[in-house]
């Protein structure tokens, strides 16, 4: 066999090639370290359990991860149905043609939007026009809309998956279509729509831009377990509002790292969680 | 009607009303962004407003121009497109035609992937957040070293516009390399074998063959970047500094949507009002961004 004439340029090429790989695992290993080295000290019980106040001289973030909480629990409980719905109007109810294709653009287009835009919206519809002002609850209603085609697509692609054979066996044992829906479609399709909300509990927990506008600032914790109803009413600041706030308008860069410290660690359990979830149920799903 | 279809319609008409709920949404904020937008371009006039070179909102003769926080959104967006395209193309080339022969390039492959996932899980606050302890400062260096001496510069402390296409073009890198790799891998691979086969390296194989053959797929993954470097927000608010200059590199700049976060909380009176037009101006930015969007993708249907 005739050997391979060397070329010094592919061989630059390569090592280009390589070197953009590995660009990617060395800024993630970076900014883990970094923000551990200059955090990690700042995070502590006090720092989880308390909320930041002069008087009693405490540091802390308790009341932010309180709202963080809210907020998922709040939107997840709305968006959660709507999201599934809409995937079975989608998938089993909808004729393939103009309307399907609408749908399905606009859940394109709404994917698309960037957070600010989401947040200046509902600041305006549903903090000025519904009079709810700065509250969790405004958050919460902006946030469903932003993550809804997180959902709806998640749980589209797990409907995909269940075989018709168990849509036309549930229908020739007699039973109607809402009954193979509630019975066979959501229970097999049950993987998917985890995915998708546990996809969703990310993407709110990073949220910022959506929530400063609508949510707030402000960081008490809830006095009682009741008041935490009281609460939805009133505004609130996530953590990553916290940390934003921190390391700008209060230039406190150890609760800043503290807080990104508490940050990573959720991401990180949320992406091995997926991460497991979609091995778990389906091997030859690949993950995203 | 028996029970039973009563509650079958029912069920139907819910999951319609779930099914349009999308398109609802996006009619809704549209005409809200174009309601609350358009008064101000009545007031300040259009051209005075979206050519106009000076913000002073607060001064006693206001002055609302917006045409530098236009062009700074249009100069970040590409500069982060220019620097982050590349690397991820060729990170995707890696994950898929360099990786797929025995066991540890598998796992080299996988690690990377994991680490791309998690690099599009970090939330923005924390990529601005590094930007303005690790960047700032090495762009404050760099400054001190340029503009040493010259008297018309205005030190920005290394919040820059520089430093804000730096952090876009990171954030932008798992979008492009994840649609990038399912295009690529989505290239038959007889076609790489016939190249071979006809003394192509690998190499030109890759370049000449495979990514031509994944362009539409390519595009769609770079527009898809363009449109989260525009939306970004709270990241580059925290890097590019806070004041509205043209977009050169070592320039404190402001971008559309950095004016509406550092802003939006105390404007009043037609101050707001001309912020939200700058909401109006970034939404019909994205708008434009997804028609582009689709029609790549049924091209892409037609080809392929």
Known sequence: MAKRKFRPGELLLHILILACSIFSVVLLVTIIVFVFAKGLHAVNWEFLTTVTSVRKGTVGIAGNIVNTLIIIILTLLIVTPLGIGAAIYLNEYAKPGKLVNTIEFMTEVLSGIPSIIFGLFGMMFFGQTLGLGYSLLTGSLTLIIMVFPLITRNTQEALKTVPDSFRQGSIALGAGKWYMIRTILIPSAMPGIITGVILAIGRIVGESAALIFTAGSAKYLPKSFLDIFRKIMDSGGTLTVKLYLSATSEGDFDTAFGTAVVLIIIVLIINILTKVLTRKFDPSRQGR | ?304
């Open chain 2, 1 to 304: 009607m028996k029970w039973h279809d009563i509650k079958e319609l029912i069920a139907k008409i819910i999951f319609l009303i779930c099914g349009l709920l999308a398109i609802v949404a996006v009619l809704v904020i549209t005409g809200y962004m174009i309601a609350k937008g358009i008064p101000a371009i009545s007031k300040v006039g259009f051209s005075d407003l979206i050519f106009g070179t000076v913000w002073k909102p607060t001064a006693d003769n206001p002055s609302y121009g917006i045409l530098y926080i236009i062009l700074s959104s249009i100069v970040a967006t590409f500069g982060a497109v220019l620097i982050g395209v590349p690397i991820a193309l060729l990170t995707a080339v890696f994950l898929t035609d360099y990786t797929s022969g025995n066991k540890t390039t598998r796992n080299v492959s996988k690690l990377l992937q994991s680490a791309v996932e998690l690099l599009a899980a970090i939330p923005s606050v924390i990529y601005g957040l590094i930007g303005m302890m690790v960047l700032n400062p090495i762009m404050f260096d760099l400054e001190k070293k340029i503009y040493a001496g010259n008297p018309n510069h205005q030190f920005t402390g290394g919040a820059n516009l520089l430093s804000a296409i730096i952090v876009l073009a990171v954030m932008i890198l798992p979008t492009v390399i994840n649609v990038s790799v399912s295009s690529i891998k989505a290239v038959p691979d007889h076609m790489r074998a016939a190249s071979l086969a006809l003394g192509a390296t690998k190499l030109q194989t890759i370049f000449k063959v495979v990514i031509p053959a994944a362009k539409s797929g390519i595009m769609t993954g770079v527009v898809l970047g363009i449109g989260r470097a525009l939306g970004e927000a709270m990241a580059i608010n925290m890097v590019a500094g806070g004041s509205v200059n043209p977009p050169f590199s070592f320039n404190s700049v402001r971008t559309l949507t950095t004016q509406l976060v550092s802003e939006m909380s105390y404007a009043s009176g037609l101050h707001r009002q001309v912020l939200f037009t700058v909401g109006l101006v970034l939404y019909i930015f994205i708008v434009v961004i997804n028609l582009i969007l689709m029609r790549i993708k049924k091209k892409g249907l037609e080809n392929g």
